[in-house]
């Protein structure tokens, strides 16, 4: 009962332990789509600034010659930047400390781009002004002065200005950017220096007739200005936008969140394998729960039944003893209303025949019927003594008390009163092999024993037929045979022989109780003898009594 | 990868340039068509049209655009209920306050800005002269609250204010409530649908009309001259900050106040005094005056003073004619009608 109430507990607590790993796994569970969108927005982050380096890139070579691109793909980018700043919910406070300055550093990466960016364009749109003015200006200087034999040399410093400029345009070495800078110098006016103090030490060629072509000279000199200055800073600034480590900080922020990543889903895996071998345990001790219900309620079934049958055993116990009392009863009273009524009825007419007539018969008539008045009351007696002998041997009243008794002088005894009682006119024949020396018995069982079977033997033979009274001696019991050769006891009665009230269907008129041998099997059995029966329809009875003695331990 | 190549193409294709710039004396603009017609579509050669046609659709909710064009124009978002965004930006004086340098943004000592065009925002990468913002939203959300603006106080007056007269008009336009998000998402959903499509020049670039002689020839300066460098893309401009005044000081002989430092005034780098962000020229010969001061008040003074400024060159008034006639092609139309009708 204990065990199925702790099965049960446990049961119980296995299913709210699985409520709560459930609850547990379920929040620690990372949010799929989360981190699919956020994942996805970081590689976008990386692929986006390939992205933009590349417009740069087409913006800077004159693929295409507006900002409109570049701008969308910034736009994304700023979109992108916003999206980062949502952390998704899976990622821990460990996470969070890591990934928060591989952000900021992500952010600070991209607002340095960013500015780079905006200033390319800038200085882009400039030099792309003066890259289309420049030999536009060129031209028109050298168109002016075409009929003019005399500009030759003004037209060659032109020639050689436009050259060395392109040059460094499409080719940004060293080297020709200090030869057209030199060269730049050698047409500039003092009066409007426009290039780096650095370059003053560079020689100063004097070309004639410069000062009266000032308006044709002055646009070429500042857009070639424009051109050498602002190559080499635009070419810096491709450089730097690309060499922004924009991509790299995103794939670092991506790295620290992929870990974080693991790691949840490393947390929500454990859980969930808690989960599962909750419910294998819930199932198991829910299944135990019921195997015990079942194996109890079984076992209690089968109880109950044991129960019920010894119950019904004892019922039928008892109501076979009951049945047995009542056919005992009912025989005990057929048996008094006969056995007793003819004593009585004989007692009765005696007296009402001596008070009619006593007085007038002669002495003689009158003793005979108190005689056959005190027979009758005797026997009753007898019989009254039988009937509560039997009924203490019943109720296990019976008691064995031995005592040392001398098998001679007891047993003479008895044969003298058998004689005493049938009269001298009936033969026994009496031996005694028995021990002289006293033996432990209980005297007044085996008087009742002896008694009733010399009785019976010679109650049932005819007159003139012997009867035969043998006592020996057997190991450590007595020995008793008694012969007659009477009527004998018929086979149907051979099983109820020992029963009281019973009597053989031979017993006829013959007068008893049925109580004799009932009281011989019942003093016999408290003393833990035997008795065994031979016997022959009209031939005779052997009864065999074997009697053990009952040595007292002193 | 192909970055070696393309110089190599650079370096023919300059010396080309430089080749006829030798041979012959042709004018800016011949110079250029002879450039475009010798050169074939190889990766040098600018494979896209610097401007694209504005789109003639917007996707845009028409429920939230109407909302939006309500909210635009009524005073109740302001914090005395005297003004709306319409009152600076009149849509039937081609988004601005026709012919004034008007603006209510912090003043300082040289004068108001000159309010640019709500027309096609949409296709701007920044607003405001310094380019502030770099969204609507956040344009619209720091207008509202500034005191200098609209003054409309805190959100929670703000909110239900609108939400007394508009709660309804809301639910209706799919919005679930009055919200700060709602009321911006609304009106800056009406201010992208501020598109001018269908340009003369739109046409042209779409092939559905011929533009004139001079209206081309004005196209080709304004490529050749270098306007081009700046004023591109689709709003031809809008995309790009640039230093007012890169060849020649802008503001010779005049006095500089806050109002002329750009983008100084937001980042504090020198090299942001006087840059700006360069204003789209759609519509531009309906939005006079010009420049964020609102100092030129007609077109052709705008172009000289820029081509001088801006790139160096003194442009003949022919020149300037030419280029003025291919802006005026850039005026565009709204819900069917020429941007700024009733002011021509």
Redesign the interface.
């Known amino acids: 009962m204990t065990t199925l109430r702790s099965l049960r507990l446990a049961w119980i607590a296995v299913v709210l332990a699985l409520i709560a790993a459930t609850g547990f796994a379920w929040l620690r569970q990372p949010d799929d789509d989360e981190h699919a969108s956020y994942s996805r927005h970081l590689q976008s982050a990386q692929a986006l600034d390939t992205r933009l380096n590349e417009e740069v890139?087409k913006s800077r070579?004159?693929?295409?010659?507006?900002?409109?691109r570049?701008?969308a793909v910034?736009?994304d980018i700023?979109a992108l930047e916003r999206e980062l700043g949502d952390t998704p919910s899976l990622v821990d406070a460990t996470g969070r400390a890591e990934m928060a300055p591989r952000l900021a550093a992500y952010r600070a990466a991209l607002r340095h781009k960013e500015t780079l960016v905006?200033?390319f364009?800038?200085e882009?749109?400039?030099l792309?002004?003066?890259v289309?003015?420049f030999?536009?200006a060129?031209?028109?200087a050298?168109?002016a002065t075409?009929d003019d034999p005399a500009a030759a040399p003004f037209r060659e410093a032109l020639?050689q200005l436009?050259?060395d400029v392109?040059l460094t345009?499409?080719?940004p070495s060293r080297l020709d950017a200090e030869r057209a800078r030199c060269a730049l110098v050698g047409l500039d006016s003092p009066e409007r220096p426009m290039l780096p103090a650095t370059l003053s030490a560079c020689a100063r060629g004097t070309v004639a007739g410069l000062d009266a072509r000032r308006d044709l000279v002055?646009?070429v000199l500042?857009?070639a200005a424009?051109v050498v200055e602002r190559q080499p800073r635009v070419e810096r600034l491709v450089s730097s936008i690309v060499t922004q480590p924009v991509r790299a900080r995103a794939s670092a922020v991506l790295e620290s969140y992929t870990a974080s990543y693991e790691r949840a889903s490393a947390s929500s895996r454990i859980a969930w394998l808690l989960v599962y071998g909750l419910v294998i345990a819930a199932l198991a001790a829910g299944a135990a729960d019921i195997i015990a219900r079942l194996t109890g309620s079984k076992r209690a079934l089968e109880d109950a039944h044991t129960r019920l049958s010894n119950a019904l055993a004892e019922l039928r116990v008892e109501r076979d003893r009951e049945m047995e009392l009542a056919a005992l009863k009912s025989r005990f009273v057929a048996m008094t209303s006969h056995e007793f009524r003819t004593p009585l009825s004989v007692i009765l007419s005696s007296a009402e025949l001596l008070e009619a007539y006593g007085d007038r018969w002669p002495r003689e008539k009158q003793l005979g019927h108190l005689r056959r008045m005190q027979d009758s009351a005797k026997g009753m007696s007898r019989m009254l003594d039988g009937v509560l002998l039997i009924g203490r041997a019943e109720a296990g009243m019976l008691e064995l008390t031995p005592r040392p008794v001398e098998l001679h002088p007891l047993c003479d005894e008895l044969v003298e009163q058998a004689r005493l009682l049938v009269g001298s006119e009936r033969r026994l024949d009496y031996v005694n092999t028995a021990p002289e020396e006293p033996v432990w018995l209980d005297e007044k069982l085996l008087r009742h024993v002896l008694t009733n079977l010399l009785s019976n033997a010679f109650k049932y033979s005819p007159d003139d037929a012997p009867v035969t009274f043998v006592v020996g001696h057997k190991d450590d019991a007595a020995t008793f045979d008694i012969k007659d050769r009477g009527i004998g006891i018929p086979d149907e009665d051979r099983d109820r022989l020992f029963e009281a009230f019973h009597r053989c269907a031979n017993a006829g008129s013959v007068p008893g109780t049925g109580l004799g041998l009932a009281i011989v099997k019942s003093a016999l059995d408290v003393h833990g003898g035997a008795i065994s029966v031979q016997s022959e329809i009209g031939r005779g009875t052997h009864f065999h009594v074997e009697v053990p003695y009952r040595q007292v331990d002193a | 990868m192909g970055?070696g190549a393309?110089?190599a193409a650079?370096?023919l294709g300059?010396?080309t340039?430089?080749a006829v710039?030798?041979a012959c004396?042709?004018t800016?603009t011949e110079?250029?068509q002879e450039r475009r017609s010798r050169l074939p579509d190889s990766?040098?050669a600018?494979?896209?049209d610097?401007?694209?046609p504005i789109p003639t659709r917007t996707g845009a909710d028409p429920r939230k655009v109407a909302l939006g064009r309500a909210l635009f124009s009524d005073p109740i978002l302001s914090g005395n209920g005297s003004t709306s965004c319409a009152s600076c930006h009149v849509l039937s004086e081609a988004g601005i306050v026709a012919g004034e340098a008007r603006s209510t943004h912090p003043r300082d000592d040289t004068g108001p800005y000159n309010v640019p065009t709500v027309f096609n925002v949409a296709?701007n990468?920044r607003f405001n002269w310094t380019g502030r913002f770099?969204t609507l939203e956040d344009h619209l959300r720091a207008l509202l609250l500034n005191p200098e603006v609209m003054d409309a106080g805190t959100w929670e007056e703000l909110l239900p204010r609108v939400r007394r007269k508009y709660e309804r008009r809301f639910v209706e336009a799919g919005y679930p409530s009055v919200s700060e998000a709602t009321l911006i998402d609304a009106i800056v959903t009406f201010q992208r649908s501020l598109v001018t499509p269908n340009a003369r020049f739109d046409r042209h670039l779409r092939s559905e009309e011929v533009l004139s002689e001079e209206e081309l020839e004005g196209y080709e300066a304004f490529?050749?001259?270098?306007?081009?460098?700046?004023h591109?893309?689709?709003?031809v401009g809008g995309?790009?900050?640039?230093?007012f005044g890169?060849?020649e000081d802008a503001f010779e002989g005049r006095t500089v106040g806050r109002r002329d430092m750009g983008r100084f005034l937001l980042t504090g780098r020198p090299?942001d005094v006087h840059?700006f962000r360069?204003p789209s020229l759609r519509n531009v010969a309906v939005t006079a005056p010009y420049f964020h001061d609102g100092s030129a008040r007609t077109l052709e003074d705008a172009i000289t003073r820029m081509a001088a400024v801006?790139?160096?060159?003194v442009l003949p008034g022919p020149q300037v004619a030419r280029i003025a006639a291919f802006l005026r092609t850039l005026t565009g139309e709204y819900e069917g009608v020429s941007v700024g009708e009733s002011r021509r």
């Open positions: 890139a070579l004159g693929i295409v010659n507006h900002y409109d570049l701008v910034w736009d700023a905006e200033s364009k800038t882009q749109a400039v792309r002004s003066s289309r003015a030999p536009l060129v031209a028109r050298r168109d075409r020639t436009e050259h392109m345009l499409v080719a002055a646009p500042v857009h424009v | 970055l393309m110089s650079r370096v300059i010396a340039v430089a710039g030798l004396t042709p800016p110079l250029e990766a040098f600018t494979s896209e610097p401007i694209e296709f990468a770099a490529k050749s001259v270098g306007c081009i460098s700046c591109q893309g689709i709003n995309n790009v900050f640039q230093r890169v060849m090299s840059v360069v801006q790139l160096g060159y």
